[in-house]
């Protein structure tokens, strides 16, 4: 299977700890996209990367929250110091191309902060 | 954030019956996503819309790209208990680059 994959799928963690995501985009495609799912709601987008650089970071909390899509490796969100508000399903996307293209999303992590 | 409306909330069909639902919005969309969630998963792609005015089916779905390029619909035929979730349309807009902005969701609950 070469969708997008996400780890972990599930992540808990204690209020004032940190919370890495990580998400490997489809084979061919170098467009990465996060988006933030809280219950009962739609997907917010929050970052979108391509290698080594972030395009458009609109959607992200200004502090506490970052990301990277390094040269080599998968994507990671970070999310230092989280809070009870943090608890969400995170959801990774790519394309292959940007603007206009199709895009196909990973299964989620699920963040609970206890 | 420019929100879509999408409408219904949530429908509760009998086994058999077709499905509509639909995403309108103030704003022009390059591109119309419609996806559907099962419950702990993400987002599976169902259709994909590129042209005002298109109209594409997979399957049992047919969805169409309006002429204004602010409004789609999701149409399911024949609808059968596996049916059962929550589709989202999503929107591309000429001046949101790649952020896709979605609505707000339909909750699909087919009796059998």
């Known amino acids: 299977n070469a969708g997008v994959m996400q780890n972990p799928r599930h992540l808990v963690r204690r209020r004032g700890q940190e919370a890495r995501l990580r998400c490997s985009p489809m084979?061919?495609?170098?467009?990465v996209y996060w988006y933030r799912q809280l219950p009962e709601e739609g997907l917010k987008f929050m970052v979108y990367?391509?290698?080594?650089?972030?395009i458009d970071e609109s959607g992200m909390p200004k502090e506490r929250f970052s990301a990277e899509f390094p040269k080599e490796g998968p994507s990671i969100l970070r999310i230092q110091q989280v809070v009870r508000g943090d608890s969400a399903a995170y959801f990774c996307?790519?394309?292959?191309w940007g603007s206009g293209n199709t895009i196909y999303f990973g299964e989620g992590s699920w963040l609970t902060v206890v | 954030g420019q929100q879509l409306n999408q409408s219904p909330q949530s429908m509760f069909i009998q086994e058999g019956e077709d499905v509509s639902m639909n995403c309108t919005s103030s704003?022009?969309?390059?591109?119309w996503l419609w996806y559907k969630q099962d419950p702990g998963e993400g987002p599976v792609l169902l259709i994909a819309?590129?042209?005002?005015?298109e109209l594409t089916s997979n399957g049992r779905l047919t969805a169409q790209f309006g002429i204004t390029r602010k409004d789609s619909f999701l149409n399911i035929s024949a609808s059968i208990p596996s049916d059962v979730g929550i589709y989202f349309c999503?929107?591309?807009?000429?001046?949101?680059?790649?952020?896709?902005?979605f609505g707000e969701g339909t909750q699909l609950t087919v009796n059998p």
């Open positions: 996307a790519s394309s292959r």
């Open positions: 704003s022009i969309f390059n591109t």
């Open positions: 819309l590129y042209k005002a005015g």
């Open positions: 999503a929107g591309l807009r000429e001046t949101s680059g790649s952020r896709l902005t």
């Open positions: 084979k061919g495609h170098s467009h």
């Open positions: 990367l391509q290698k080594e650089n972030i």
